[in-house]
Structures are given as structure tokens and as C-alpha cells.
């Protein structure tokens, strides 16, 4: 599938690493697991082709590289993880997401208020994506803690139109796989499963809205959400629904998990914005991960920082009580 990690490639700067020999996704998936991601991210990040160091086949989309922003280590962005259906705590899911649960074969079903609903193998959709792009996005979660992320991916306004949705579309809702026998986490409960997202279509559409496939350039480890996810720089990390099965245009505005579970906390737009708090803790400043020792605090942007492109789709919107 074009989502494989081709055979011919080599990380230029670590020639000798084992991982040069790893030619598919699931060998490189179970090293992941038992080794625990143990090499330098940031060593990768020196050169400027940024996914051609590790020969996924992506292209590093120039608009979305800020040279400001430094991404964070793979091994941070990849084993401090929230993914309940795989436990609670940051460091399950790197081990409980890689002990036998497969994320290929993969279908995808494109669902509801759509002139092409379909269901298709997630390497036939990239197939139809044409090509996949990389894209450095700040990430913030609305525990107040943020990473630096290279997603690589397409934008969901190409997925959408392979929908054609219809003009009563109002909503874009994502859902989970639901599998109780591979997800500790559905078998507990410790959330209403499977897991939803929404968007309204006009965001899901806008330019930054991207579904990821990959992180630096390799294939997306299952704790982050293999085998596609969704990605919404603005937005709280909470949003970013991981492992797709069904996208499903609705009229109505969908319930998302974490509202469900606590509407007073969380909401259906979750926009990064340091002026609301959560009810339990302060918005305004953000541990930053892997950013040294005790970790670094800064200061939290507006929309993480996408105000500028972002803003127009609130214009008239209360964000205090739509949050
Ligand atoms: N299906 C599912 N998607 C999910 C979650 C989850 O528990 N289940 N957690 C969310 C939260 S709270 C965050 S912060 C991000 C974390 O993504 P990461 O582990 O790749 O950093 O995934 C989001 N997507
Ligand atoms: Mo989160």
C-alpha cells in the first residue's frame, strides 16, 4: 500500500541503524513497540527535506513550515500518547496499541448526506488523495501541555470532495473503530465508545483541517493513531479522532465523546483559546513537552497561533459559550 515505507530508503545521517532495513509497516511497527522509538528525531530534522530523510514517500509542503516552530522529538511525540482505548495514562498506549491490534487491512466507509458514500481500503483513499504532503503544526492539548508535529498527510477538503457531500450537509462527524477485543479501554468503559468527533463542514473543509497518515516521514505509529486521524492545529488535541472507520455528513451538529462525557468541560469547538479556562485549571500558559528538564512553560496563542487563518470561521460566534 503507498502508505508503506519503500525498500530503497536510507536516513542519511544514522546509515547505520538497524531501522534502514526496515521495509514494511508492520516490522516497523513491532520494532517500535519493543524498542520504544529509541532514536533522535531531531537528528532528522537538520536537513531541510525533512520527510526525505526517511523516504516516506511525502513532500514537505513549504506554507506549513514555519521555520519558528522546532518539532519535538519522535520519541516525545510518540510515547506520550492519549489514546483511552488503549488506557489512561500517557505511557499505555505505546505498549498496549502494539500487542496484536492491526491496522491493516483498514476499511474506510464514507457515510450519510454524500453523493459518493463508499467504502474503500485506506490505501486505496491515499491512492485517490494525490501524493502525501508534510505539514508542521503546533499541537496543544486542553490538559495545557504542547508538542511541535510533523504530520504527514492530505488535507480533509480532498477526502470530502471524493464524498461529494450534499447540500444539507451541515457536519462532518468521525468515528473510531470499535473493537472491545483489542481495546482494554472499551472493555473497561473508562469512555463511551466508540469514539466521535465533529466538525462543522466549513472547518472540516478549511485549508489546515488535514488527516494524517504519517509522523517524520514513517508511517503513524498505532499510539498515535494508525492508520489515519484527524488533524486541527487550532483546535484542542481532543478533537484529532484517531482511527478512522467512518466520516458522515449529518445535518444536525454530532455529539463528540469528550461533551458527552463532561459538557461543561469540554465543548463541541474546543478552539485553543488562553481567554477561557477549563473549569478545573488555567488556559493561558502550556507545559511544553520535551522542552528540557521539568519541561518549559509558554504563553498559549489564540486558535494555537492560526488566528489569522482561522478567525473569519467564528465571526459572530460567543466563544465563551461555545467553547
Ligand atoms: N479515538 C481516540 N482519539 C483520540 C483520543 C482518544 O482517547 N481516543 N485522545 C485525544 C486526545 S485527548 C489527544 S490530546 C490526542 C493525542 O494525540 P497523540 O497521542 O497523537 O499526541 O488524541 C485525541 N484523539
Ligand atoms: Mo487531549
Redesign the pocket.
Not at 466507509?109 to 488523495?129: F, H, I, N, T, Y
Not at 503546533?138 to 477538503?157: H, K, N, Q, T, Y
Given at each position: 500500500m503507498l502508505i508503506r515505507t519503500p525498500p530503497d530508503w536510507e536516513l542519511p545521517e544514522s546509515a547505520a541503524t538497524p531501522e534502514q532495513h526496515y521495509h514494511a509497516r508492520r516490522d516497523f511497527l513491532k520494532t517500535l513497540g519493543l524498542a520504544g522509538a529509541a532514536f533522535a528525531a531531531h537528528d532528522l530534522l537538520s536537513t531541510d527535506v525533512l520527510a526525505a530523510t526517511a523516504g516516506f514517500p511525502t513532500k514537505v509542503n513549504p506554507a506549513y513550515r514555519d521555520p519558528a516552530l522546532k518539532p519535538s522529538s519522535y520519541e516525545a511525540?510518540t510515547n506520550?500518547?492519549?489514546?483511552?482505548?488503549f488506557g489512561t495514562s500517557k505511557e499505555d498506549?505505546v505498549v498496549l496499541a502494539n500487542r496484536g491490534w492491526k491496522t491493516e487491512p483498514w476499511t474506510v466507509e464514507l457515510a450519510g448526506l454524500c453523493r459518493a458514500p463508499q467504502k474503500l481500503d485506506v490505501s486505496d483513499l491515499v491512492a485517490k488523495m494525490d501524493g502525501i504532503e508534510q505539514r508542521v503544526y503546533r499541537?496543544r492539548?486542553?490538559?495545557a501541555w504542547s508538542?511541535i508535529i510533523p504530520w504527514d498527510g492530505f488535507p480533509l477538503a480532498k477526502l470530502i470532495a471524493l464524498a461529494d457531500p450534499l447540500p444539507d450537509a451541515k457536519f462532518l462527524k468521525m468515528t473510531?473503530f470499535l473493537d472491545p477485543k483489542v481495546s482494554p479501554g472499551q472493555r473497561q468503559g473508562n469512555?463511551d465508545y466508540p469514539?466521535v468527533e465533529g466538525l462543522r463542514l466549513d472547518e472540516a473543509n478549511h485549508e489546515l483541517s488535514f488527516i494524517a497518515t504519517g509522523i517524520y516521514g514513517k508511517p503513524i505509529p498505532n499510539?498515535?493513531?494508525a492508520p489515519l486521524?484527524l488533524v486541527v492545529p487550532w483546535k484542542y488535541?481532543?478533537k484529532?479522532?484517531?482511527?478512522i472507520v467512518k466520516f458522515e455528513f449529518t445535518a444536525k451538529q454530532p455529539l463528540n465523546t469528550w461533551q458527552a462525557m463532561q459538557s461543561r468541560e469540554y465543548g463541541f469547538y474546543a478552539n485553543v483559546n488562553p481567554t477561557v479556562d477549563h473549569p478545573r485549571w488555567s488556559q493561558a500558559s502550556e507545559r511544553v513537552i520535551g522542552g528540557g528538564g521539568l519541561g518549559s512553560r509558554q504563553r498559549t496563542l489564540m486558535f494555537n497561533g492560526y488566528e489569522k487563518q482561522v478567525a473569519g470561521l467564528y465571526k459572530g460566534l460567543d466563544l465563551r459559550k461555545n467553547y
Amino acid at each position: 500500500m503507498l502508505i508503506r515505507t519503500p525498500p530503497d530508503w536510507e536516513l542519511p545521517e544514522s546509515a547505520a541503524t538497524p531501522e534502514q532495513h526496515y521495509h514494511a509497516r508492520r516490522d516497523f511497527l513491532k520494532t517500535l513497540g519493543l524498542a520504544g522509538a529509541a532514536f533522535a528525531a531531531h537528528d532528522l530534522l537538520s536537513t531541510d527535506v525533512l520527510a526525505a530523510t526517511a523516504g516516506f514517500p511525502t513532500k514537505v509542503n513549504p506554507a506549513y513550515r514555519d521555520p519558528a516552530l522546532k518539532p519535538s522529538s519522535y520519541e516525545a511525540i510518540t510515547n506520550y500518547n492519549n489514546f483511552y482505548e488503549f488506557g489512561t495514562s500517557k505511557e499505555d498506549p505505546v505498549v498496549l496499541a502494539n500487542r496484536g491490534w492491526k491496522t491493516e487491512p483498514w476499511t474506510v466507509e464514507l457515510a450519510g448526506l454524500c453523493r459518493a458514500p463508499q467504502k474503500l481500503d485506506v490505501s486505496d483513499l491515499v491512492a485517490k488523495m494525490d501524493g502525501i504532503e508534510q505539514r508542521v503544526y503546533r499541537f496543544r492539548c486542553v490538559e495545557a501541555w504542547s508538542m511541535i508535529i510533523p504530520w504527514d498527510g492530505f488535507p480533509l477538503a480532498k477526502l470530502i470532495a471524493l464524498a461529494d457531500p450534499l447540500p444539507d450537509a451541515k457536519f462532518l462527524k468521525m468515528t473510531t473503530f470499535l473493537d472491545p477485543k483489542v481495546s482494554p479501554g472499551q472493555r473497561q468503559g473508562n469512555l463511551d465508545y466508540p469514539y466521535v468527533e465533529g466538525l462543522r463542514l466549513d472547518e472540516a473543509n478549511h485549508e489546515l483541517s488535514f488527516i494524517a497518515t504519517g509522523i517524520y516521514g514513517k508511517p503513524i505509529p498505532n499510539q498515535n493513531g494508525a492508520p489515519l486521524r484527524l488533524v486541527v492545529p487550532w483546535k484542542y488535541g481532543f478533537k484529532y479522532v484517531k482511527s478512522i472507520v467512518k466520516f458522515e455528513f449529518t445535518a444536525k451538529q454530532p455529539l463528540n465523546t469528550w461533551q458527552a462525557m463532561q459538557s461543561r468541560e469540554y465543548g463541541f469547538y474546543a478552539n485553543v483559546n488562553p481567554t477561557v479556562d477549563h473549569p478545573r485549571w488555567s488556559q493561558a500558559s502550556e507545559r511544553v513537552i520535551g522542552g528540557g528538564g521539568l519541561g518549559s512553560r509558554q504563553r498559549t496563542l489564540m486558535f494555537n497561533g492560526y488566528e489569522k487563518q482561522v478567525a473569519g470561521l467564528y465571526k459572530g460566534l460567543d466563544l465563551r459559550k461555545n467553547y
